[in-house]
């Protein structure tokens, strides 16, 4: 994309300078605006041409068929698929006698650009029709990060040469008709149809819309509201089941301009009775209108200030890196900043790939960044994890464990992976979900969250482990038959990551047990189910091969025949679609960071030299069938010293949707990939790991970066941490003083007094090797199409 000739390369913004039909699908993805609750894919105003409508909420889906060949116990009856709701982007445009659609007549311009400080998405055009009409549309959208229910456009046209009469519908459309799937199993199936109208209302500028999902049975209602600014305008409205349309009529003239404000308001509910959602609905729309657009834009520039100042990186050497970085925030904080207790799916709200689900990406990539940044957002993702625990107690009981079973794959908190292999048995979802918990109480120290919904997260998912898990005869701790991150391997005994995470989560449940007694004991927890979580920590087995000197990633691991990678066509992979998973689990190769991660997020629990050794063996592996790799790979590289390899994971991380890497961006944006963009340049370059209560940096850069500064939030306040060549400056910007370390030595920040420290040269080896045809592409100096300063 960014290396696609229409996309420039400017610090704060993404910038198509003409329609590329070759990238459309991708472009309705990068250009998608959400708040995490409302989700509006970059379509065209118009609606088509189209790679893929797409509109959604936060929570509503559709259950869809799973059939299986061969059924077994435990299986999940049924899937969940994020739906296309009613779409209320739609602005269709008749220009004298003909629809404004650039597939027909000449487009002389045609221009997007999504503002990553203002939150808004502009678009300009101009146009000749077929019969020689020209005229110039001009739009600006935004998805409210204020007014959570509201999304809104602004929409003007103007004549260019003749007076001309213009018709402009502004519409809502249920049940659009969608292109079908291709082939790829990880896109979600298309549901041709899937709400059913309730009722349908349009009076003067308002239309609204209230359907019902036919099984789910969730109550949908979108309402909006116009407001037309033009000489000589008529306007009507109407409305059948599945449409609502706002039709102004204009006679314009050379110089003048019609324009309409259309405001839009959107609500669900599994609950609430059609009257309810309806005024739930109007009661979004009225609060809008009141704001009109202009208000809302202001709202959504204040809070992009606010967001950036605590947030932002900056980085000198590479223009490309320096954008990517912002739009990862941009597109990380839409995906959380309103979910209030829903989930964060794996592609946000950004188009219908992996059926919309949420994973452990959330956990271990996407909340790391958001509780560095917007840490209100990490409350209500954990919160909704919390909300789901009666499905995981159910999943546990009917897996014949204790406490809580999380799962793989979900929409609504009960299970939907019909692959066992891979998503029940990946019980490090719950260990991920205990880390973050921790994480995020650390990071803010939000006592009422721990006591509410960390301390039972922490309980639930430490019961679970222990009755996982076994101690043998010599009393070691194992938890056999798991499947790590890495999907290549499964059903492995003492799995390296999951047994860290899992140590970790045993030892958090009881110190938080220990701080919070009579809560712990309302859970039915007691000293001695303390001690077992202690002991089975404590006991905790990590397979080691004492010949090679490194760990194995599960037992028995390096004894496994090697992958033949010289053997393997650059065209076969991803491996999961071209070779039996029978034979990918029998061998050492290695889909995504597992080892590597382990060692990234309990860097504790092991030495440099094995941290070195570790990272070396693993690299030769690991192939990056999965977009969640490069990140890890990337932090792990720089702390073992291996500046040059780091700096490609970054940029593979950074560039995963921006060059469309996987070539799956046209199903919605890798979220988890953006976050690691922050994660491999904040906990990579940056250095920084949270340390015994105290937040640490161990900086170091590549030599194609000059800069690097990047702003934290830590126990509301806010840390600056500029690193160059040699120097790290640290400034506490807000806030009482803050014991922080710099490579160890522990120092204390006052308010608007920064701290300079020399960084220790960094001791390196020899650069590891990956699999044949599979090392990261290589960064040169920023190439691209670079427009210099800020917007
Ligand atoms: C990865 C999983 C990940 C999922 C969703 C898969 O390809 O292997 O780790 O959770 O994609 O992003």
Redesign the pocket.
């Known amino acids: 994309m960014i290396t696609h000739p229409s996309y420039m390369v400017e610090p704060w913004c993404l910038r198509e300078t003409e329609l590329s039909m070759d990238v459309l699908s991708q472009s309705e993805s990068v250009f998608a605006l959400s708040n995490g609750h409302v989700g509006w894919r970059g379509n065209l105003d118009e609606g088509e041409p189209h790679g893929l409508p797409g509109s959604y909420l936060n929570g509503v889906f559709e259950f869809r068929p799973l059939p299986y060949a061969e059924a077994g116990y435990g299986y999940p009856e049924s899937g969940q698929t994020i739906i296309n709701v009613t779409n209320g982007k739609l602005i269709r445009l008749l220009v004298d006698d003909e629809p404004f659609d650039l597939r027909y007549g000449k487009c002389h311009k045609h221009e997007r650009l999504l503002d990553f400080r203002t939150g808004l998405l502009h678009r300009t055009a101009e146009w000749t029709s077929p019969s020689g009409r020209s005229v110039r549309v001009r739009s600006t959208r935004l998805v409210s990060f204020s007014q959570r229910a509201v999304a809104a456009i602004a929409y003007e046209v103007e004549p260019l040469d003749d007076e001309m009469r213009i018709v402009v519908q502004s519409e809502l459309v249920a049940n659009e008709q969608l292109p079908r799937a291709e082939g790829d199993p ?1 896109a979600a199936a298309v549901l041709e149809t899937p709400l059913v109208s309730e009722e349908h209302a349009a009076h003067g500028n308002r239309i609204r819309l209230l359907h019902r999902t036919a099984r789910s049975d969730l109550r949908v209602g979108v309402a909006a509201a116009h407001f037309v600014d033009g000489p000589k305008a008529e306007t009507a409205s109407e409305s059948v089941d599945d449409l609502g349309r706002f039709t102004v009529t204009s006679r314009l003239r050379p110089g003048e301009k019609l324009r309409v404000e259309k405001i839009v308001a959107h609500g669900w509910s599994a609950v609430r009775s059609a009257p309810a959602v309806r005024d739930q609905v109007d009661a979004a729309l009225a609060a809008a209108t009141s704001a009109r657009f202009a208000g809302l834009a202001a709202e959504q520039r204040a809070y992009l200030e606010e967001f950036w100042a605590g947030s932002d990186v900056e980085v000198d050497g590479d223009a490309e890196i320096q954008q990517a970085v912002r739009f990862a925030l941009f597109h990380v904080l839409q995906a959380g900043a309103r979910g209030e207790a829903r989930a964060l799916p ?1 592609k946000g709200l950004t188009g219908p790939g ?1 059926d919309g ?1 949420c ?3 959330t956990e271990t990539f996407v909340l790391p960044a958001l509780t560095y940044t917007a840490p209100q957002a990490v409350e209500q993702a954990l919160r909704w994890r919390y909300n789901t625990m009666p499905e995981a107690q159910e999943r546990a009981r009917q897996l014949g464990l204790a406490g809580s079973a999380f799962p ?2 979900t929409i609504n908190g009960s299970e939907c992976s019909g692959y066992w292999p ?1 998503g029940t048995a ?1 019980f490090h979802i719950n260990a991920d979900i205990a880390d973050a918990v921790v994480r995020y109480i650390r990071a803010t120290c939000d006592d009422a969250f721990e006591r509410e919904v960390g301390l039972p997260l922490l309980v639930e998912t430490a019961r679970l482990w222990r009755s996982l898990g076994h101690h043998d005869h010599h009393g070691d701790f194992h938890i056999d038959g798991v499947t790590g ?1 890495d ?1 290549y391997s499964a059903i492995a005994d003492d799995n390296v990551y999951t047994n860290l995470m899992a140590q970790h989560n045993l030892r958090e449940a009881a110190a938080a047990a220990e701080r919070h007694p009579d809560l712990a004991s309302n859970l039915g927890v007691d000293d001695e189910e303390t001690a077992a979580w202690r002991d089975a920590a404590t006991r905790m087995t990590l397979p080691y091969n004492d010949e090679l000197l490194v760990h194995e990633q599960s037992e028995g691991f390096t004894r496994h025949q090697l992958w033949d990678f010289a053997r393997t066509h650059p065209d076969q992979y ?1 491996l ?1 679609l071209n070779f039996p998973y029978f034979d990918l689990y029998r061998k050492q190769v290695v ?2 960071a597992d080892l590597v991660l382990a060692m990234c997020l309990r860097g504790d629990a092991f030495t440099p030299e094995e941290k070195a050794r570790n990272f070396a063996y693993y690299e030769q592996l690991t192939v990056r ?4 790799s490069a990140c890890g790979q990337a932090v792990m590289a720089a702390e073992v010293g291996h500046m040059r390899l780091a700096y490609d994971y970054v940029g593979e991380a950074a560039m995963m949707d921006l060059s469309d890497l996987e070539g799956n961006t046209r199903d919605g944006i ?1 979220i ?1 990939s953006l976050a690691g963009t922050w994660f491999a340049l904040v906990i990579g370059f940056g250095g920084m790991r949270e340390d015994d209560g105290l937040i640490a940096f161990n900086p170091r850069l590549p030599e194609q970066l000059g800069r690097l500064a990047f702003t934290v939030q830590f126990r509301q306040r806010r840390v600056r941490v500029e690193i160059t060549g040699t120097t790290a400056t640290y400034t506490l910007l807000d806030g009482d003083s803050l014991d922080i370390r710099h490579c160890g030595e522990r120092m204390t920040l006052l308010c608007a007094a920064p701290e300079s420290r020399q960084i220790p040269p960094i001791p390196t080896g020899p650069a590891p090797e990956q699999p044949a045809g599979r090392a990261p592409a290589r960064r040169g100096r920023a190439t691209g199409h670079e427009v210099d300063g800020a917007r």
């Open positions: 990880r794996a992996y689900h994973f452990w990406d793989w794959r891979a990946a991150p999907e991803p999961l889909k995504q069938d999965s977009s969640l890798h988890a």
